[in-house]
């Protein structure tokens, strides 16, 4: 049986140590979900990276590891603490992800990260190289491993091999400002399948494919010599009914076992029965929008003063990549906004913002999604984003309104939601009032149509049409070296 192997730069464990002894501790996102459903029908394994230096471990204690990840199908790529510097936090976060979210001031162009993003690539390669076997499939995913299908190709050309990009693919005039530009362009062309979240970013790719290098393209396929390449939109999807199920669950339990964040929030709806929630989760990240929304929540409150004191917003910022100064930078600006906006509106009952910088348990995520009025996503870039599906499968009863960015992935799937350009503020003002008095049968209208979109095309879905046009680009290539 052929089978279909997943590649990706964190393994879907965390490893916790307890007593002197390790665990695993299985993640819950969305790609492990996904990926869980594929890679356990079809045999395969999972190469990637287990979070940890090895050089925080003595060799016998990284032995153990692997073999705890080993006995769940996981190969281990070990990283040292300078590769993950380099290449995690370096090329990876410090040159990728600033250049495909537009931010190219806060490109760093650094050759010494440029080297270790094609070393630890390589390590990626070849340690798939050593589990896959004649004719299986590979499924890389994300832009820590672009140069991973090349590199794969080149020694097996008889595997095909699937990549999926999770961020915005740029448009040609910012993608050709990198100087290592052909060689990913190059590195992502080993695949025989290249998936994006929307049609907008594969035109792009296929933009750069063609002015880089002038291959010839029909429609969305590649010819290159004796090779047809395929490049498609999935829109990714999440587990909707996790989400829908677990906020029924939430809502319908009794008072004495609920969670403290619950009952905090309950006592803050009794306190006036028209006071009002709005939500914003994201990891603190400068292409989520966080300082733009609050100042648009401020110039909300500045220009309707009739909601001080009856409306908050609850944002919830997940610490991320820490050792970059931009995200330092960016901490001291959130911190410093709400600040402002709770000196200046606050009053010894009410706060303008809850600001949790922390992650929180799945079921207090729940618990915000079901009980928020509004969700507030305002990302100034965005590959997709998962949390607005979220919060829109844990509105049990249809209500609530979504407030998004027209510059994330998700918004081609949320035409009934308010739509927002995340850097006008007095505009997005004016959607937090509309959404705010939004008549309820209008809010079910538009979250009904959404709700069914989102539950028809979930996790599982994208991962199995991802694996089905993956098997129908071999078979296409099979027929085309017949001919
Ligand atoms: C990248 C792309 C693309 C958040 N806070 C907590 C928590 N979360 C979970 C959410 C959601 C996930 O994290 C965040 O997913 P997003 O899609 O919103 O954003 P990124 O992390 O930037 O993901 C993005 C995605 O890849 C998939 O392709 O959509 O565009 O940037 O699932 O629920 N989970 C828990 N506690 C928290 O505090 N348990």
């Not at 290159?224 to 809502?251: C, N, Q, V, W």
């Not at 990891?283 to 409150?301: C, H, M, Q, T, V």
Request: negative net charge; proline residues 5%; charged residues 25%.
């Amino acid at each position: 049986m052929k089978k279909l192997h997943i590649v990706s730069n964190r393994l879907p464990f965390s490893i916790v140590s307890e007593d002197d002894k390790f665990l695993l501790k299985p993640s819950v996102g969305g790609l492990a979900t996904g990926m869980k459903s594929v890679y356990k029908d079809f045999e395969g394994r999972w190469i990637g990276w287990p979070g940890i230096a090895t050089d925080s471990y003595t060799v016998d204690q990284f032995k153990e590891i692997e073999g705890l990840l080993d006995k769940e199908g996981c190969d281990t790529v070990p990283l040292t603490a300078d590769e993950v510097h380099t290449f995690y936090e370096g090329f990876c976060n410090r040159t990728i992800w600033p250049l495909f979210h537009y931010f190219n001031q806060y490109v760093d162009y650094s050759p010494e990260f440029w080297e270790s993003y094609v070393e630890v690539n390589q390590k990626f390669a070849d340690k798939t190289l050593e589990v896959v076997e004649d004719g299986d499939f590979v499924w890389v995913h994300d832009y820590q491993l672009m140069l991973v299908p090349g590199m794969l190709k080149a020694k097996r050309p008889d595997i095909t091999i699937g990549f999926f990009l999770h961020i915005p693919f740029p448009s040609y005039e910012v993608f050709r400002i990198l100087p290592w530009r052909n060689e990913l362009l190059g590195g992502l062309l080993g695949a025989d399948l290249i998936g994006f979240h929307t049609y907008d970013y594969e035109r792009h790719f296929l933009s750069s494919v063609r002015r880089l290098f002038g291959y010839e393209i029909s429609f969305n396929q590649i010819h290159i010599d004796e090779r047809i390449i395929l490049a498609d939109a999935f829109p990714m999807g999440i587990d909707y009914d996790k989400f829908h199920d677990s906020a029924i669950k939430t809502i319908s339990r009794p008072m004495q076992e609920k969670s403290t964040l619950h009952k905090e929030l309950e006592k803050y709806f009794l306190v006036s029965p028209d006071r009002k929630l709005i939500l914003s989760i994201d990891r603190l990240d400068y292409s989520k929008g966080i300082p733009n929304r609050l100042r648009a929540f401020e110039k909300f409150l500045e220009k309707f003063p009739e909601y001080r004191t009856k409306v908050t917003l609850v944002m919830l910022a997940v610490p991320s990549r820490n050792s970059v100064p931009q995200y330092q930078r960016l901490k001291r600006e959130v911190d410093e906004l709400v600040g402002r906006i709770n000196g200046l509106y606050g009053t010894v009952n009410y706060a303008p913002v809850w600001y949790f910088y922390r992650s929180m348990p799945f079921e207090n995520l729940v618990e915000l999604y079901s009980m928020s009025d509004v969700a507030l996503l305002t990302p100034v870039r965005d590959g997709m984003n998962l949390v607005a599906k979220e919060y829109v499968a844990s509105r049990t009863n249809q209500t609530g309104v979504m407030i998004i960015s027209e510059m994330t992935g998700v918004v081609k799937e949320m035409g009934e939601a308010i739509v927002i350009n995340p850097n006008h503020e007095s505009q997005v003002a004016d959607a937090i009032k509309q959404a705010l008095e939004m008549p309820i049968d209008e809010q079910r209208a538009r979250m009904s149509v959404i709700q069914k979109r989102l539950k028809r095309y979930d996790v599982f879905k994208w991962a199995e049409q991802f694996v089905s046009s993956l098997k129908r680009i071999a078979q296409i290539q099979t027929d085309f070296l017949a001919k």
